[in-house]
């Protein structure tokens, strides 16, 4: 599936200060990718208001890179997908269970939008030279264990990423695909945690419309729940959880605190996260 009309590369590569080369190869792959993650926050102020953003590139293209705004991992992946296929990447749209939590892959739906990508310069080199070297990217997923760069799709190889950790590997399951589990490294713990899974099913737009209409209305969401805001930058990983802001520095070092009330997290939105509220919107809920 390739669906590049709507989407404006020149505008996205603007908003996140991407002046690097615009080829369909590993660098510009993996230095698009970064600054992506780096310069566009994750917020779900559209589902806490139960309202499931637009995932049409013109839309996108208007909050994401002309408003003061962030998404979700719908908005986040669709927009990159499409300057990707712009830019002469091959592109499958994947669905993925978050399993950050739980014990059971099982236990949870496929909410979670996963992309791979295959460049036409990067290839096999052992088995099938000439064909593509597909990697796993993904510039939506709001927790601490996303990507920071793509990876390639081999399983039981460790790959650092920006200064995280990351591997793939294979998870017993009874369907006839083969099932990817994304593992991150967690330092303080100094273990592997699993984040996502997935299969290579390729997913198309309706299928998304779907998951974004559950995930952005349905009452029983963790989205719709309470605010959830990320930003990243070289130095720190910011979340605000609800009432819980923590910082997760470079070194690995966490300092969390609770938000005093509505005044101040709407400062924080604006001031360290970059996101302009939408008028009339409650971030918390009176204690």
């Not at 792959?29 to 806490?48: S, W, Y």
């Not at 997908?81 to 830019?87: D, K, R, S, T, Y």
Request: charged share 25%.
């Amino acid at each position: 599936m390739t669906e590049t009309q709507g989407f404006d590369p020149d505008a996205y590569l603007r908003r996140i200060g991407w002046e690097g080369e615009r080829r369909a190869d590993l660098a510009t792959l993996r230095g698009v990718h970064l600054a992506h993650t780096r310069a566009i926050p994750f917020e779900n102020l559209d589902a806490l208001r139960r309202i499931a953003p637009s995932l049409d590139p013109a839309d996108l293209t208007a909050k994401l890179l002309h408003g003061r705004r962030g998404g979700y991992c719908y908005e986040h992946n669709t927009l990159f997908a499409g300057v990707l296929e712009a830019l002469g990447f091959r592109v499958t749209r994947l669905a993925a269970r978050v399993v950050v939590g739980t014990d059971r892959i099982e236990s949870r739906p496929r909410t979670h939008m996963a992309l791979l990508v295959e460049a036409p310069g990067v290839t096999l080199l052992v088995e099938a030279p000439g064909d593509p070297q597909p990697y796993l990217a993904d510039v939506g997923f709001g927790a601490i264990g996303a990507l920071l760069a793509p990876v390639p799709l081999t399983a039981g190889v460790e790959f650092e990423d920006a200064g995280r950790r990351h591997r793939l590997a294979h998870a017993p399951h009874g369907g006839p695909l083969p099932l990817w589990l994304l593992q991150a490294h967690d330092r303080t713990k100094d273990e592997w945690a699993d984040q996502y899974a997935f299969t290579l099913e390729p997913f198309e737009k309706p299928d998304f419309e779907v998951i974004n209409w559950h995930i952005g209305t349905n009452p029983r969401s963790p989205f719709t729940q309470r605010v959830y805001v990320q930003s990243l930058s070289a130095e720190r990983h910011l979340l605000l959880n609800g009432r819980l802001l923590a910082e997760t520095r470079a070194d690995g070092t966490v300092v969390e605190r609770e938000v005093t009330g509505e005044a101040e997290a709407r400062r924080l939105l604006n001031e360290e996260f970059g996101i302009d509220v939408p008028d009339g919107m409650t971030l918390l809920p009176p204690v």
